[in-house]
Nanobody, 112 residues
Framework: VQPVESGGGLVQAGGSLRLSCAASGSTVSINAMGWYRQAPGKQRELVAAITSGGGITNYVDSVKGRFTISRDNAKNTIFLQMNNLKPEDPAVYYC??????WGQGTQVTVSS
């Protein structure tokens, strides 16, 4: 299944963005999912993950307390609320999970 990520953009440091990842069918809703990011010249890293039911979430240390992953299984969609964005957060953000291909991602840019 090919996901569609959206919600990225240009924001000032300290600002917020809400990313969405949607896919057709039930693949997103029945699996644990994660948000990844890849900055130029860096490896792709897992930023946040959520279990299929949404009861357990995990975050990389650099975003703890600032990012929140959530999901709406009825809409086959996962979200990433990003607050207090910092200069080290710019990257292309992707969602991924079992049965979900790498999509085009959504670009996040933070201006200082």
């Amino acid at each position: 299944v090919q996901p569609v990520e959206s919600g990225g953009g240009l924001v000032q440091a300290g600002g917020s963005l809400r990313l969405s990842c949607a896919a057709s069918g039930s693949t997103v809703s029945i699996n644990a999912m994660g948000w990844y990011r890849q900055a130029p010249g860096k490896q792709r890293e897992l930023v946040a993950a959520i279990t299929s039911g949404g009861g357990i979430t995990n975050y990389v240390d650099s975003v703890k307390g600032r990012f929140t992953i959530s999901r709406d299984n009825a809409k086959n969609t996962i979200f990433l609320q990003m607050n207090n964005l910092k200069p080290e957060d710019p990257a292309v953000y992707y969602c991924k999970g079992p049965g979900v291909s790498w999509g085009q991602g959504t670009q996040v840019t933070v201006s200082s």
